[in-house]
């Protein structure tokens, strides 16, 4: 029994509990902001993590990043900013009101997305093949340090965060694909694009933290 | 003042006692008397301002400056005593002075082993010398546990990675419990040592002969003697009653089914590997928690242990 | 961002009031019927019921168990139970009354209800995000509930690692259920902020924001910076036992201690989770039941916000005897005692609304007297455990365990129960029986006092917790303790057949029994199934008992729907007489 307000005709997107679009907006904006810091919040945990073994054992992390290869983690980081500038042009077609605009980046987006997953894949099968596995089956002796199997922990929990937060993030870009064909969006309802972007920056964001700290020691 | 402090304290052994005791009558009987107040405010209000009708009206009271201040600042001056005071006690309980008598401490599940500058070890008694600081250096030897003596006021988690410590000066000869305090499974509420004040030369006499008089014992009486002393019969039972671990009675000569499934016949060689690799091979139906005695018992101690099991059939 | 009503800005409004229909045909617990209906509701008062119903049944198991607990404690040896069964029973007693009853019981149940009504909302921001929290929530129960049905969990509800990387049992069905009940505890927080800041009808600025919701607003603040951190140690933990990562399990390399830090720094403030939305609650009861402006508002508002920030940095006390340094406990034992002061702070200022009002000695306002009383202790041997010599000697026994029970029981729970009296007409149109819930009120206190003031005696004696046996000194007190946790199991035993009778039977609540200024007693109990059926204009606080009750019944505004509740409102006065 949604009641429409006296003055204004409902739109479609606009839920009955919120006044206007612009509350509707502004609210959907400011809860994925709130989710983001709980994110930071969440990788904060694993960087402390790191900081403190990266105290404790200097040497560990010298000799354990040598075994990461700096040439594909910066096609990565490469293939990520990218991403994002893919994305925060879909949320311009979106403004624009060019739908076929916004489904093309956000087929680029999720195709480079995908390319990062890819490259992430034969890095982790590389290791696994030379016995770099994460804690208790790790079986690689290339590294002289009893605590090597710490390394590469962190890296594992960090990098597979970070890799789940990819797939969810194309899952959520091949919604809004979805979405867009069936001509939800226009220049006056994009919010689900606009927060995904924002999504999609942070996840960019911590892999921008991840690669120097993981590949870059020296 | 004094049945109160008995009856809120255990007995003030150590030199540092007395004064973390003044601060917890200190905090106790600052906080009976502010509470006493505010229970009378509440009680008194609500007595006072009862509601006597419905159309009763209220003074507008926002806020009052003064008022709120002094109750922000009046507590804020406690509060600093309080800490101020729990600080300066505090680092004279983790400064050890340097000429302190030092013992070393292992937690094991669930016992705590002293080690002794003669190379004597005792399994749940520690003993010391009166009226001299006694340095204890701890570590444990698989989860974590906690060095508690309530008559002393010193308590210390025991870690298996690194080394703690406690200090304290012990002011009378006598006995005093000692307790784990950090949970660390089954037999946690066991794990229970004693301390043994003695005069100083009680003390040297009792290190010189410890150990020494159990060469001349039956090795019956002295397998006996070592199942209480090395805290085995906190888990393993000699009346049938299942602890942690089997019970040793009618355990010698049995044929007990092991974890992979092996069949093993419980003979010296199993008792001995049992003793000093306690994990090596674990009976159907436990866990593997024993930690080993391997360096606390000596052969002929285990020979003697065998020869009181052979006893329990 | 606050504003005040002589805003020169000021817009002239046309308001028209009306009363609110009294005992309505059509509420929101009989507009949609069935099962599914319910089940799919995104309703945040049917969600505040559905939790109601979830966190009732996990606080009865956690009372059975700390009931099997107690009994077991009557004789120092073994009297029914084994050991290992006892460790289990107390590992689960805390990590279900933690984490299934306390942390979700007055955000997830009353501030459900509450939040929207409060702020003139016809619903949360996130209404289906809401549903996910309460379904992430039954989730994560059933794993807990899979954990004790295979194998069981015996590493108190801490998990301290090394024994829970090594203890056998499944540890890792438990942590991860935790692990999953995280994201339910941080949908909420996020729900909730987003909420207050963009939802509040016009004329709610942040000065006229009931306490309950400044409460609720730092309860969230804490879970959504919190929580993500205890996820993270949490998945640790599960990856330690899975994987054999050796972050925490020195065996492998890991640090012990580090898990300690990972913990508190997520499980100190959660401690705040637990009590802060109790303080807006009993902000509230007070001063509806002394009729009388509150005391110190922003005291009250920014103290919480105060707890919230300090509240984040004090995890450190939990490890006075873990071996960190001597500098880091030092730093730790301060700021915990500067939490001290806001809390104080509030004390008195309740005290002063309480200082020539008119009190009316209901149910509501007797637990929120109980609550002042216990609360009071809890926070005075909080001083006590936070002065580093004493807790030296004080440190994980029974003095601790009186402390937190103290807190939370005497501080939470009360608190909650004052919440719940004192909404329950608004929940379900129904009164309870004030005489039995007086009854139940004053046995459940004696019966708390019996069972947590031996504690103290015990714990200062060098009784340490988690034991199953215990040296023949202590019987006494044991077995005193018991019987008091049996006089509290009265307690509750009337007080459910009251409030189920109450539910049945109860005489039908008018749309404001006790009188109060506050919105959500404006509309009708109970609620219709979108709260407001206009967007309503406010134009006094919520606490402002100097003005007659007529100005209070709701405005709407005739051509007006702007959201922005930065805009300040005046009502001319022909219109205030239309009522």
């Given at each position: 029994?949604?009641?429409?307000?006296?003055?204004?005709?409902?739109?479609?997107?606009?839920?009955?509990?919120?006044?206007?679009s612009d509350q509707q907006f502004e609210a959907s904006k400011m809860g994925m902001w709130v989710f983001l810091v709980t994110e930071i919040l969440f990788f904060g945990g694993l960087f402390l993590a790191y900081i403190v073994y990266r105290a404790w054992y200097p040497e560990l992390y010298l000799l354990a990043s040598e075994e990461l290869h700096t040439f594909w983690g910066a096609v990565n980081t490469v293939v990520l900013i990218g991403s994002s500038l893919t994305v925060a042009m879909a949320i311009r077609s979106a403004q624009l009101n060019q739908i076929k605009g916004l489904i093309i980046n956000l087929w680029i987006t999720i195709g480079l997305a995908c390319v990062f997953m890819v490259i992430k894949y034969f890095e982790y099968a590389e290791k696994f093949g030379k016995g770099i596995l994460p804690g208790g089956y790790y079986t690689y002796e290339g590294i002289e340090h009893e605590q090597a199997n710490i390394f590469f922990s962190i890296y594992y929990m960090m990098t597979g965060l970070h890799g789940i937060h990819v797939l969810v993030g194309i899952g959520l870009m091949l919604w809004l694909v979805y979405?867009?064909?069936?001509?939800?969006?226009?220049?006056?309802?994009?919010?689900?694009?606009?927060?995904?972007?924002?999504?999609?920056?942070?996840?960019?964001?911590?892999?921008?933290?991840?690669?120097?700290?993981?590949?870059?020691?020296? | 003042?004094?049945?109160?402090?008995?009856?809120?304290?255990?007995?003030?052994?150590?030199?540092?006692?007395?004064?973390?005791?003044?601060?917890?009558?200190?905090?106790?009987?600052?906080?009976?008397?502010?509470?006493?107040?505010?229970?009378?405010?509440?009680?008194?209000?609500?007595?006072?301002?009862?509601?006597?009708?419905?159309?009763?009206?209220?003074?507008?009271?926002?806020?009052?400056?003064?008022?709120?201040?002094?109750?922000?600042?009046?507590?804020?001056?406690?509060?600093?005593?309080?800490?101020?005071?729990?600080?300066?006690?505090?680092?004279?309980?983790?400064?050890?002075?340097?000429?302190?008598?030092?013992?070393r401490v292992v937690g094991k599940s669930w016992l705590w082993e002293f080690h002794y500058e003669t190379g004597h070890v005792s399994v749940n008694e520690l003993h010391v010398p009166v009226n001299r600081p006694v340095k204890l250096i701890m570590s444990s030897d698989d989860v974590l546990h906690s060095f508690y003596i309530p008559d002393f006021r010193v308590k210390m988690d025991v870690l298996p990675n690194r080394y703690t410590s406690v200090w304290f000066e012990a002011i009378e000869t006598g006995e005093s419990i000692i307790y784990c305090a950090e949970y660390c499974g089954n037999a946690h509420s066991n794990m229970l040592a004693t301390t043994y004040v003695h005069s100083v030369e009680d003390f040297e006499t009792w290190l010189e002969t410890a150990g020494s008089a159990d060469d001349d014992m039956d090795p019956v009486e002295l397998g006996e003697q070592l199942v209480t002393r090395n805290a085995c019969d906190t888990c393993h039972s000699t009346d049938g009653t299942r602890l942690q671990g089997p019970s040793f009675q009618g355990l010698w000569g049995s044929e007990r089914e092991m974890q992979d499934g092996?069949?093993?016949?419980?003979?010296?060689?199993?008792?001995?590997?049992?003793?000093?690799?306690?994990?090596?091979?674990?009976?159907?139906?436990?866990?593997?928690?024993?930690?080993?005695?391997?360096?606390?018992?000596?052969?002929?101690?285990?020979?003697?242990?065998?020869?009181?099991?052979?006893?329990?059939? | 961002?606050?504003?005040?009503?002589?805003?020169?800005?000021?817009?002239?409004?046309?308001?028209?009031?009306?009363?609110?229909?009294?005992?309505?045909?059509?509420?929101?617990?009989?507009?949609?019927?069935?099962?599914?209906?319910?089940?799919?509701?995104?309703?945040?008062?049917?969600?505040?019921?559905?939790?109601?119903?979830?966190?009732?049944?996990?606080?009865?198991?956690?009372?059975?168990?700390?009931?099997?607990?107690?009994?077991?404690?009557?004789?120092?040896?073994?009297?029914?139970?084994?050991?290992?069964?006892?460790?289990?029973?107390?590992?689960?007693?805390?990590?279900?009354?933690?984490?299934?009853?306390?942390?979700?019981?007055?955000?997830?149940?009353?501030?459900?209800?509450?939040?929207?009504?409060?702020?003139?909302?016809?619903?949360?921001?996130?209404?289906?995000?809401?549903?996910?929290?309460?379904?992430?929530?039954?989730?994560?129960?059933?794993?807990?509930?899979?954990?004790?049905?295979?194998?069981?969990?015996?590493?108190?509800?801490?998990?301290?690692?090394?024994?829970?990387?090594?203890?056998?049992?499944?540890?890792?069905?438990?942590?991860?259920?935790?692990?999953?009940?995280?994201?339910?505890?941080?949908?909420?927080?996020?729900?909730?902020?987003?909420?207050?800041?963009?939802?509040?009808?016009?004329?709610?600025?942040?000065?006229?924001?009931?306490?309950?919701?400044?409460?609720?607003?730092?309860?969230?603040?804490?879970?959504?910076?919190?929580?993500?951190?205890?996820?993270?140690?949490?998945?640790?933990?599960?990856?330690?036992?899975?994987?054999?990562?050796?972050?925490?399990?020195?065996?492998?390399?890991?640090?012990?201690?580090?898990?300690?830090?990972?913990?508190?720094?997520?499980?100190?403030?959660?401690?705040?989770?637990?009590?802060?939305?109790?303080?807006?609650?009993?902000?509230?009861?007070?001063?509806?039941?002394?009729?009388?402006?509150?005391?110190?508002?922003?005291?009250?508002?920014?103290?919480?916000?105060?707890?919230?920030?300090?509240?984040?940095?004090?995890?450190?006390?939990?490890?006075?005897?873990?071996?960190?340094?001597?500098?880091?406990?030092?730093?730790?034992?301060?700021?915990?005692?500067?939490?001290?002061?806001?809390?104080?702070?509030?004390?008195?200022?309740?005290?002063?609304?309480?200082?020539?009002?008119?009190?009316?000695?209901?149910?509501?306002?007797?637990?929120?007297?109980?609550?002042?009383?216990?609360?009071?202790?809890?926070?005075?041997?909080?001083?006590?455990?936070?002065?580093?010599?004493?807790?030296?000697?004080?440190?994980?026994?029974?003095?601790?365990?009186?402390?937190?029970?103290?807190?939370?029981?005497?501080?939470?729970?009360?608190?909650?129960?004052?919440?719940?009296?004192?909404?329950?007409?608004?929940?379900?149109?129904?009164?309870?029986?004030?005489?039995?819930?007086?009854?139940?009120?004053?046995?459940?206190?004696?019966?708390?006092?019996?069972?947590?003031?031996?504690?103290?005696?015990?714990?200062?004696?060098?009784?340490?917790?988690?034991?199953?046996?215990?040296?023949?000194?202590?019987?006494?007190?044991?077995?005193?303790?018991?019987?008091?946790?049996?006089?509290?199991?009265?307690?509750?035993?009337?007080?459910?057949?009251?409030?189920?009778?109450?539910?049945?039977?109860?005489?039908?609540?008018?749309?404001?029994?006790?009188?109060?200024?506050?919105?959500?007693?404006?509309?009708?109990?109970?609620?219709?199934?979108?709260?407001?059926?206009?967007?309503?204009?406010?134009?006094?606080?919520?606490?402002?008992?100097?003005?007659?009750?007529?100005?209070?019944?709701?405005?709407?505004?005739?051509?007006?729907?702007?959201?922005?509740?930065?805009?300040?409102?005046?009502?001319?006065?022909?219109?205030?007489?239309?009522?």
């Open positions: 029994m949604s009641q429409p307000s006296a003055t204004e005709e409902r739109l479609e997107h606009l839920k009955h509990y919120f006044i206007d979405k867009a064909k069936k001509k939800v969006f226009h220049s006056g309802y994009y919010t689900p694009v606009e927060i995904t972007g924002l999504y999609w920056h942070l996840v960019d964001i911590i892999w921008i933290f991840l690669f120097p700290l993981l590949y870059l020691i020296d | 003042m004094n049945r109160l402090s008995e009856f809120m304290l255990p007995p003030a052994k150590s030199t540092l006692a007395a004064e973390t005791d003044a601060l917890f009558h200190f905090i106790n009987v600052t906080s009976i008397i502010l509470l006493a107040g505010i229970t009378f405010a509440i009680i008194y209000f609500s007595w006072k301002y009862r509601r006597r009708s419905e159309d009763d009206v209220t003074p507008v009271i926002t806020h009052n400056n003064k008022l709120e201040i002094t109750w922000s600042v009046i507590p804020l001056i406690l509060v600093m005593i309080v800490f101020g005071w729990g600080f300066t006690g505090y680092l004279n309980l983790t400064t050890a002075p340097d000429d302190s008598y030092e013992i092996e069949i093993v016949t419980v003979d010296e060689n199993y008792v001995r590997e049992s003793i000093l690799e306690p994990n090596a091979r674990i009976t159907a139906g436990y866990d593997p928690v024993m930690p080993s005695y391997s360096g606390t018992l000596s052969d002929r101690q285990i020979d003697a242990i065998i020869e009181y099991l052979k006893t329990l059939q | 961002m606050a504003t005040n009503e002589e805003n020169s800005n000021t817009k002239k409004l046309q308001v028209r009031r009306f009363k609110p229909e009294e005992n309505p045909e059509k509420h929101y617990l009989n507009e949609e019927k069935g099962i599914w209906a319910w089940m799919t509701t995104v309703d945040h008062k049917k969600i505040g019921l559905l939790y109601l119903g979830s966190i009732t049944f996990f606080f009865f198991v956690g009372g059975v168990l700390a009931l099997l607990l107690r009994t077991e404690l009557l004789t120092p040896a073994q009297s029914f139970i084994d050991a290992d069964t006892y460790n289990q029973v107390f590992t689960l007693h805390g990590a279900i009354m933690i984490f299934f009853f306390l942390i979700p019981s007055v955000p997830a149940v009353l501030g459900n209800f509450v939040l929207p009504l409060q702020l003139g909302a016809k619903d949360v921001a996130f209404p289906r995000l809401n549903l996910a929290s309460y379904y992430i929530y039954v989730i994560g129960a059933a794993f807990t509930l899979f954990a004790i049905f295979t194998g069981g969990v015996d590493t108190g509800w801490t998990f301290y690692t090394p024994y829970s990387a090594t203890t056998s049992g499944n540890v890792m069905a438990m942590t991860f259920g935790v692990f999953i009940l995280g994201f339910s505890s941080i949908l909420t927080g996020l729900n909730f902020i987003v909420t207050i800041h963009k939802m509040r009808a016009p004329g709610i600025t942040w000065n006229k924001l009931p306490l309950n919701l400044w409460g609720l607003y730092a309860t969230s603040l804490i879970q959504i910076l919190a929580t993500p951190v205890l996820a993270i140690t949490l998945l640790l933990l599960t990856m330690e036992r899975l994987l054999q990562i050796g972050i925490f399990d020195p065996a492998l390399g890991g640090d012990p201690v580090l898990y300690q830090h990972f913990f508190w720094f997520y499980s100190h403030p959660a401690v705040y989770i637990m009590i802060v939305p109790g303080f807006g609650i009993i902000s509230e009861v007070i001063s509806t039941f002394s009729r009388k402006v509150i005391f110190g508002y922003w005291a009250i508002a920014l103290s919480s916000l105060a707890i919230a920030f300090i509240g984040f940095l004090v995890w450190g006390h939990h490890m006075f005897t873990a071996g960190q340094s001597s500098l880091a406990n030092m730093v730790f034992s301060f700021l915990t005692f500067l939490v001290g002061i806001p809390t104080g702070i509030k004390i008195f200022n309740w005290l002063a609304t309480m200082y020539r009002g008119s009190i009316d000695m209901k149910t509501p306002m007797l637990y929120a007297q109980v609550f002042l009383f216990l609360f009071t202790i809890g926070g005075f041997t909080g001083i006590m455990l936070g002065a580093l010599s004493v807790d030296i000697h004080l440190h994980d026994t029974y003095y601790v365990v009186a402390h937190f029970h103290y807190v939370m029981m005497g501080g939470m729970v009360m608190a909650f129960l004052a919440g719940l009296h004192y909404w329950w007409p608004k929940m379900f149109g129904k009164m309870y029986s004030e005489f039995w819930a007086k009854i139940s009120c004053a046995i459940l206190f004696v019966g708390f006092n019996m069972t947590f003031l031996p504690q103290f005696v015990m714990g200062a004696q060098g009784m340490p917790r988690r034991y199953f046996n215990y040296i023949d000194q202590f019987q006494s007190f044991h077995q005193f303790s018991t019987i008091g946790a049996y006089v509290m199991g009265v307690a509750f035993v009337i007080m459910a057949i009251y409030l189920v009778h109450s539910l049945l039977k109860g005489k039908r609540a008018s749309s404001n029994p006790w009188g109060s200024r506050a919105l959500e007693w404006q509309i009708s109990s109970p609620p219709s199934l979108h709260n407001f059926h206009h967007v309503p204009v406010i134009v006094n606080g919520p606490y402002d008992y100097h003005k007659p009750m007529s100005e209070f019944q709701l405005g709407i505004a005739a051509s007006h729907n702007g959201h922005h509740a930065e805009e300040a409102v005046s009502v001319s006065q022909s219109e205030k007489e239309q009522a």
